[in-house]
């Protein structure tokens, strides 16, 4: 069984279109995050949610938009995409009082 | 803010070496300290942890010791295998108000030869 799952794990655009990728965890855990890994590696956390509430958005523009509809899902939204958009994005999970945070395989972004 | 510093790779080395990838910190505090390993074309996997100052992390050979005097957290291994050959990040632990998120620094991309 995947712990943490996304799809699609590629996604292919064009410029202005509008996009979601999925995310599900089935640990059983509190807390799940968007980071975004650019094209030199850098990750950087986009969002945290916990119990499906919204606890940080790291200066990300209003176009990305995560939902949570329930505690072991995790969605992303991204409005009218632009090439700057291109990167790898990682789904990851925890249990608040946990040290260890979970990874899923990553969702390839392209922007045409 | 709370960040870390890593080498910068690439790191090229040959089978059974010698390993050192740097890592340092800067923080309010003490937060857990890790390394993440990311194999190519898969997601991050956790391959050590420490929580606490002189706490020591290891698995599968990989060892980095927490070291609050020199705000350190060097991965280190004995014997390199060809199968290690990936990107090492080291991350810290941020806040309850930060949602418990971690910073990575930039990764360090390790190539093993045999």
């Known amino acids: 069984d995947t712990a943490v799952s996304q799809t699609p794990k590629y996604l292919v655009t064009q410029m202005g279109n509008d996009k979601s990728i999925k995310c599900e965890q089935n640990l059983g855990h509190d807390t799940m995050y968007w980071y975004k890994q650019d094209s030199k590696k850098f990750l950087k956390i986009m969002f945290s949610y916990n119990n499906k509430e919204l606890i940080i958005n790291e200066t990300v523009p209003n176009r990305f938009s995560p939902k949570s509809p329930d505690k072991a899902h995790l969605n992303l939204h991204i409005n009218s995409l632009e090439l700057g958009d291109s990167a790898v994005y990682f789904c990851?999970?925890?249990?608040?009082?946990?040290?260890?945070?979970?990874f899923g395989p990553g969702t390839r972004l392209t922007v045409l | 803010g709370n960040s870390v510093t890593q080498m910068e790779g690439p790191v090229t080395l040959s089978e059974e070496a010698f390993l050192t990838i740097n890592c340092t910190y800067t923080a309010t505090g003490y937060p857990s300290l890790f390394w993440y390993v990311q194999y190519p074309g898969e997601g991050l996997q956790l391959l050590l942890k420490?929580?606490?100052?002189?706490d020591k992390g290891s698995n599968k050979g990989f060892e980095a010791t927490y070291r609050k005097e020199t705000t350190s957290f060097h991965l280190e291994k004995g014997s390199v295998q060809v199968s290690d050959s990936a990107v090492y990040f080291c991350a810290l632990k941020r806040s309850r108000n930060s949602g418990y998120a971690l910073n990575f620094g930039k990764g360090t991309s390790l190539l093993v030869t045999p």
């Open positions: 990851a999970s925890s249990q608040v009082t946990s040290n260890e945070q979970f």
């Open positions: 420490a929580t606490k100052a002189d």
